[in-house]
C-alpha cells in the first residue's frame, strides 16, 4: 500500500517518541516494540508500510533445514515483499537463534525493501551488515532459525515485542527503536506529529531560556495561549 509522499514526509520528520506520544493521547498505547534496536545501517528514520511475518516455538517435525524448501518458508514470505515495504518478524523474543541471515538480507535489498525490524535476533551480523540493508534487531546469533523457531506464515497479524502489527500498518524505525502507527490512524498521526514536534521545541527554547517545568510542560493554559501566539508571528 503505497504511501502518499506527504505523509510520509511528515513522518519522516517526527520522531518514534513523539508518534508515541501522539499515539497515546489518542489511547493506543502499545506501539513501541520491545526487541528491535537500531542495529545494522540503521542511522536514519524509516516509514514504511509493514510486511509481517511470523515464527511459533520450534518443533521436530517441521524445523528442520528441509523447511527452508517449503512452499511456507521464509524464502517464499521474501518474495511476496513488495518494493518498499519494512519487514517486521515476530521471533517471540527468541535471542539464540538467528531469524535471517546475510543471502536473505541480500535478496530483500535487491527486491527493494526498506528495512528489516524484528524482536529476535539475525546470523551471518558482518555479512548482514554488507548488504546495506537497515536492521534492527536484538543482536546477533550463530544458530539457524530452525534451532528454536518454526516458521508458519506471512502478512498476517502478528505479536512483534509486545505490540500488535497488522499488515499494512506503517512502522516507523529510528535511533530510538520501532513503533507502529494502525494503518487507520496514518493521516493523523503524520499531520499531528510536526505540530508536536514543533511545541515541543518552543518548550525546550524555554527550558534553556530558566522557565520552570510547572504549566510550561505540560503547558497550562496561559503558556498555550502564549505558545499560540508566538507561533502565528513565526
Not at 501522539?22 to 542511522?43: E, Y
Not at 541480500?106 to 540493508?133: F, N, S
Request: glycine share 10%; proline share 7%; with cysteine.
Amino acid at each position: 500500500m503505497p504511501l502518499d509522499t506527504a505523509i510520509l514526509d511528515a513522518l519522516r520528520a517526527t520522531t518514534t517518541g513523539t508518534i508515541h506520544t501522539v499515539l497515546l493521547k489518542k489511547g493506543i498505547r502499545r506501539t513501541w516494540m520491545r526487541g528491535p534496536k537500531p542495529v545494522f545501517h540503521a542511522d536514519e528514520r524509516i516509514v514504511g508500510p509493514a510486511f509481517t511475518l511470523r515464527f511459533v516455538p520450534a518443533r521436530e517435525d517441521l524445523a528442520t533445514p528441509e523447511s527452508w524448501s517449503s512452499p511456507i518458508s521464509t524464502r517464499a514470505a521474501i518474495e511476496a515483499m513488495p518494493e518498499g515495504c519494512i519487514a517486521v518478524i515476530d521471533a517471540m523474543g527468541v535471542t539464540d537463534a538467528g531469524v535471517f541471515g546475510d543471502i536473505l538480507c541480500a535478496r530483500m535489498r535487491k527486491r527493494g525493501v526498506q528495512a528489516l525490524v524484528t524482536d529476535g535476533v539475525v546470523r551471518d551480523g558482518i555479512g548482514c551488515e554488507a548488504t546495506g540493508l537497515p536492521i534492527w534487531c536484538d543482536g546477533v546469533a550463530a544458530p539457524s532459525s530452525v534451532t528454536g523457531l518454526t516458521f508458519v506464515g506471512w502478512n498476517e497479524p502478528i505479536g512483534c515485542g509486545g505490540t500488535a502489527v497488522f499488515p499494512n500498518d506503517v512502522i516507523v524505525a529510528d535511533g530510538d527503536g520501532a513503533v507502529v502507527i494502525p494503518a487507520a490512524l496514518v493521516t493523523e498521526v503524520a499531520k499531528a506529529g510536526p505540530d508536536q514536534e514543533l511545541l515541543e521545541m518552543w518548550i525546550m527554547k524555554e527550558v534553556e531560556r530558566g522557565a520552570p517545568l510547572p504549566g510550561l510542560y505540560p503547558m497550562n493554559a496561559e503558556t498555550r495561549t502564549r505558545y499560540e501566539a508566538e507561533t502565528r508571528k513565526g
